[in-house]
């Protein structure tokens, strides 16, 4: 039978990269013209393809907005194809909350125009998350389609295979074994089409198991092509034996369905033998993927429980608001954009949606705590402090809050009318202007006081609890030391029978930080002894830094071939410590003289500096030991780690990805033959994690993260966890380095930007906590928050008829053994949305409660519409690595 050769004209629209979103945008109008223009005067040009992403149309649309009309009419002939996604999106370092919100925003923008292409189409991400499988079925995608990331060593050499999930979701794959672009302008002239499908045909030939082809005729932000006519006719000359036709991808999918002995894949692909993966992009621009990772949890772990939470007490959830919050988001998660491998210019604008995102995501937490906490009965004190738990379980822990007052003493009253024993740390004078301008306007300048408490509490479930400020006649409680400038006088002490609470911590040895889970020793040089004084095992050298060469590029670390690798391990460090009732801390900044550049590394100089400061907190009943690193960087081209020996590995380090969990080999055998074998580049073991990872034993420290996403097994016995700080380099491609040989990727330009000279700060922490660590890590990632109610506000809001009570719990789980990942508004109904998932390496029991006992949903697929089992009620079992959503 004769092969069919499926020509798919379509573009690969990157928004920005080299280039910006604008330059970008000028090119898309006048390419769209073209489109709608062939599609709708040659009924033989059937299909066009306009990337998977309605980013396209969005950005069209906002300066053709006349087009409207004529591309719904295009989509619904079934003509121009769009969707299922918002953007190209990212599929190591985006959460899964981002990767599920892709597909939802981008098939709702569908919808308005006729229907989405049902194809998991992500032609260009670097690399293929293992959870992909079970996402695209949860949106009724049966069918992905992508380049990068698998040879045969994943299980087969074909180009069609089954891709299977733990949960056994299953997919059919259609690879890209040559890219999305191998028909990029193709050639009229017969010998010159000859000269380039002779490259192509025999590499389709061998891989594919169907006898159907796929040549993708486009490229990044390729008109198309007009004499596409005639090059098909020179390719039936050419090849006679073959059927040529103008196609789109869904009729290749459909070849693939009739063929049922394919092969089946488990897992992530991220092999660089055939395509590059860029294994080690995780870090480039840390600064921005540190902010994406702060986002997003803050809008899926804080803003959407918070307004979930709203919704339910009948205060309006606001769509639009957290639409427009995520959308800025995922234009930066399109593969180039959140890789980072993108000129300045176009950093810094990503940067900008960053902010725009982060601020509407602040504003809107606050205004939510406000409507809540508003709401309440005003008539046994004005003042309140309200503390929100946004995990479905009750926490007891220490919380810190902030009250603004001009009350020269007060006391915390619960509902009940117990008072609250608390801990003043900080304070600082506010001009009242700040409060409400209206304030001064009357003539009253008298200075407003901002204290910050430290306190142990238990709170509800998935709620809040309110404190009432009343004045009083003294102090409940005040630090000995208010600042880091311990002992100094300058604020007086207050009498220990003043303070209490639920847990409190003992003052340990100078240098020590203590609860009942760590003692954390800070020692000269700045590095941690860190003791797990539930199991009696001691970590040494914990968070030692690690300086050496980057002469890689915005794509990938690459060390030079003299590379001089330096540590702190003999340095000084300063050290403050501060021990409170409810938390212990430190500051340590530690001075390193290092290289400031390639050439001075080579001749083992140190003229740059890299100076950091650690500021640890250990809280009273936490087993986290928080970490804030800020780094000032002086010097170019090298790369920051921090060093967590003490790791038992088993051969595999074990992390979270979306929504589950994965092993990984500390070691790629591969490494032995990838030079002898002409891998794309070589397959050092660094990876992604989201939120936790560690070596797979009993014994070692795990990281949790609020920033930094990308780690590496490292020392003889790969016993050291090293988990990146920053990459700082120069150019955004380059040539010839080290671990990728041969052409340089993307575009030889210069971003000096990337170097990231300055300040920057990371979150990061650790753990000796085994059992559950993710668990553990939402935990980090979802602290207490508060709201702080007096009688000024310089936004004025009218009273609102809502009511609500000083306590409130929205939905309880009970078991503890699976994670939440988010709490939502359904999108189309007015029920709540509950998603969860199994990260702890068992099948897991999940029984959800309320008020009234036990919680009566129904369990739906992604999308939040298909129901899959209705109205269940008591114990669910979830089964490893697999997502359940619940309606209610």
């Not at 709708?40 to 300066?63: H, K, M, N, W």
């Not at 220990?496 to 760590?518: F, H, I, K, V």
């Not at 491609?733 to 080290?738: A, M």
Request: with cysteine; aromatic share 10%; proline share 4%.
């Amino acid at each position: 039978m004769a092969d069919k050769v499926h020509v798919v004209p379509h573009f690969h629209w990157d928004r920005e990269w080299y280039f910006t979103a604008e330059e970008s945008k000028i090119l898309l109008v006048n390419d769209m013209e073209e489109v709608l223009t062939m599609l709708e005067t040659r009924e033989d040009y059937p299909y066009f393809v306009l990337d998977g992403q309605t980013s396209v149309l969005e950005d069209y649309f906002s300066v053709s907005p006349e087009n409207r009309e004529r591309v719904r009419e295009l989509v619904q002939r079934g003509k121009l194809i769009i969707g299922p996604w918002y953007t190209q999106t990212d599929e190591m370092v985006v959460g899964g909350e981002s990767i599920v919100r892709n597909l939802l925003y981008g098939m709702k923008d569908c919808r308005e125009f006729g229907s989405p292409m049902m194809i998991g189409y992500l032609p260009d991400s670097f690399g293929q998350s293992a959870r992909m499988p079970q996402i695209l079925r949860g949106f009724n995608i049966e069918n992905s389609m992508f380049w990068r990331g698998t040879s045969e060593r994943m299980g087969t050499d074909k180009t069609e295979f089954f891709w299977e999930d733990d949960d056994g979701s299953r997919v059919a794959v259609q690879l890209l074994p040559l890219g999305y672009a191998i028909g990029k302008y193709l050639p009229v002239e017969k010998e010159a089409l000859r000269k380039r499908m002779e490259k192509y045909m025999p590499v389709l030939e061998r891989g594919t198991a169907t006898g159907h082809l796929l040549v993708p005729n486009g490229h990044d932000q390729m008109p198309l092509q007009n004499d596409i006519f005639q090059v098909m006719e020179t390719m039936r000359e050419l090849y006679p034996d073959k059927q040529f036709f103008l196609s789109r991808y869904e009729d290749v999918f459909a070849a693939i369905g009739r063929q049922g002995n394919l092969d089946t894949l488990r897992g992530e692909f991220l092999d660089g033998r055939y395509m590059r993966v860029h294994r080690s992009i995780f870090s480039s621009r840390a600064d921005l993927k540190a902010a994406n990772t702060r986002i997003e949890n803050k809008v899926t772990n804080l803003l959407e429980p918070l307004a979930s939470i709203a919704y339910k007490l009948g205060f309006p959830y606001h769509h639009g608001l957290l639409e427009a919050i995520w959308k800025e988001l995922m234009k930066n998660h399109a593969h180039d954009s959140i890789g980072c491998c993108c000129s300045d210019k176009v950093h810094r604008a990503i940067a900008d949606r960053y902010f725009l995102a982060e601020e509407r995501a602040d504003r809107l937490i606050e205004f939510y705590m406000r409507k809540i906490v508003d709401a309440m009965d005003c008539s046994r004190a004005l003042d309140k402090l309200t503390v929100f738990n946004l995990l479905p379980y009750e926490r007891e822990g220490m919380i810190r809050g902030k009250i603004v007052t001009k009350m020269k003493r007060f006391a915390l009253e619960r509902a009940d009318g117990s008072r609250l024993k608390y801990e003043i740390t900080d304070r600082r004078i506010v001009d009242a202007g700040l409060i409400d301008r209206q304030i001064v306007h009357y003539g009253d300048y008298e200075p407003f006081v901002e204290y910050t408490l430290e306190f142990c509490d238990r709170i509800p479930a998935m709620g809040f609890t309110t404190y009432l400020v009343r004045e009083a006649e003294a102090l409940a409680g005040e630090s000995p030391a208010v600042s880091m400038a311990a002992g100094t006088g300058e604020n007086p002490a207050v009498e220990p029978a003043d303070l209490g609470g639920n847990c409190r911590l003992a003052s340990p040895a100078a240098n020590t930080l203590e609860n009942e889970y760590l003692s954390v020793t800070v020692e000269p040089n700045g590095s941690l002894t860190v003791l797990d004084q539930q199991k009696g095992q001691c970590y040494r050298d914990v968070l030692l830094l690690e300086d050496g060469s980057d002469d890689g590029d915005g794509y990938d670390y690459s060390p030079a071939a003299n590379d001089w690798v330096l540590t702190s391990k003999e340095e000084t460090a300063d050290i403050r410590c501060q021990h409170g009732t409810y938390s212990h801390k430190a500051r340590v900044r530690v001075s390193m003289a290092v290289p400031a550049g390639l050439e001075s590394r080579s001749e083992r100089r140190r003229d740059g500096r890299v100076d950091v400061e650690f500021e640890l907190e250990l809280k009273a009943g936490s087993p986290v030991l928080e970490v804030r690193v800020t780094v000032d960087n002086q010097a170019d081209s090298h790369r920051l780690r921090l060093l967590v020996p003490g790791q038992e590995n088993e051969g595999f380090s074990v992390s979270d990805n979306q929504f589950g969990r994965i092993r990984r080999p500390v070691r790629d055998e591969a490494m032995d033959v990838w030079e002898k074998e002409g891998w794309s580049e070589r397959p050092d073991s660094i990876y992604p994690f989201l939120s936790w990872v560690s070596g797979c034993g009993e014994r070692g420290l795990a990281v949790l993260t609020n920033s930094v996403r990308e780690y590496e097994m490292t020392g003889p016995d790969y016993g050291v966890l090293a988990v990146t700080l920053f990459r700082s380099v120069g150019v955004l491609g380059k040539e010839g380095l080290l671990r990728r040989p041969g052409r340089p990727s993307g575009i030889k330009m210069e971003t000096p930007d990337s170097q990231l000279r300055g300040r920057r700060t990371y979150e990061i922490a650790l753990t000796a906590c085994r059992d559950h660590l993710a668990r553990t890590a939402k935990e980090y990632v979802t602290p207490f928050i508060s709201y702080n109610k007096m009688p000024y506000n310089a936004m004025k809001l009218n009273p609102s008829e809502v009511k609500v009570p000083y306590a409130f719990s929205l939905l309880s789980e009970t078991e503890g053994r699976v994670v939440l990942s988010a709490l939502k508004k359904a999108e189309d109904e007015d029920k709540l949305i509950a998603r969860f998932y199994n990260g702890c390496g068992e099948k897991a029991p999940m029984r959800l409660k309320d008020g009234n006992g036990d919680l009566t949903v129904d369990v739906v697929k992604l999308n939040e519409t298909d129901v899959l089992s209705g109205h269940v009620t008591g114990d669910q079992w979830v089964g490893y690595n697999q997502i359940v959503t619940c309606k209610f």
